[in-house]
């Protein structure tokens, strides 16, 4: 446990700077900026989404994924992730967990409802937060059923 006021401090900054890794991590795919998504994973980072797309690893394979298979498969997501919690297991490297939940919309415009928790290895090199491994436990991937809000209603009194 830090005592020191600047190891506290450090954890705190740390803490920061893992919070944005997350947020930059759904900004990212949410919005089709690539350049900041790939800017949260160490350049030996492990993606393992598992089904139904797949393991990556390393920049090559995780930028794949994104451009050519997820948003392709799903080119409007919104993702909110929450209950993140860190622990830090020494000065440059730190666990996380945070469960998602996104809205997904297909080519065709099926909206997906995906739940899952992302299990996150975070490590400080060179001085800079990244992430070294997300692992996905994906909890539903399932179509939802869409209520066409002009209809009129169909209720008996």
């Known amino acids: 446990m830090a005592t020191s006021p600047e190891a506290r401090i450090d954890i705190l900054e740390s803490r920061h700077e893992i919070d944005h890794l997350v947020s930059d991590y759904c900004h990212g795919c949410d919005k089709h900026d690539i350049a900041r998504f790939m800017s949260i994973w160490h350049d030996d980072a492990a993606w393992l989404i598992g089904p139904p797309y797949g393991n990556f690893t390393?920049?090559?394979e995780i930028r794949h994924a994104m451009e050519d298979l997820i948003w392709t498969a799903l080119p409007e997501t919104h993702h909110w992730t929450t209950n993140h919690v860190i622990t830090f297991e020494g000065p440059d490297?730190?666990?996380g967990?945070?469960?998602?939940s996104c809205d997904g919309f297909t080519p065709e415009g099926q909206m997906l409802l995906i739940a899952a928790t992302y299990w996150d290895t975070f490590e400080r090199r060179s001085g800079v937060w990244k992430i070294?491994?997300?692992?996905v436990d994906l909890f539903y991937f399932k179509p939802a059923v869409l209520?066409?809000?002009d209809a009129t209603p169909n209720v008996e009194a």
């Open 58 to 60: 390393g920049h090559a």
């Open 93 to 95: 490297r730190a666990k």
């Open 97 to 100: 967990v945070c469960d998602v």
């Open 132 to 135: 070294s491994e997300r692992k």
């Open 147 to 149: 209520v066409d809000a």
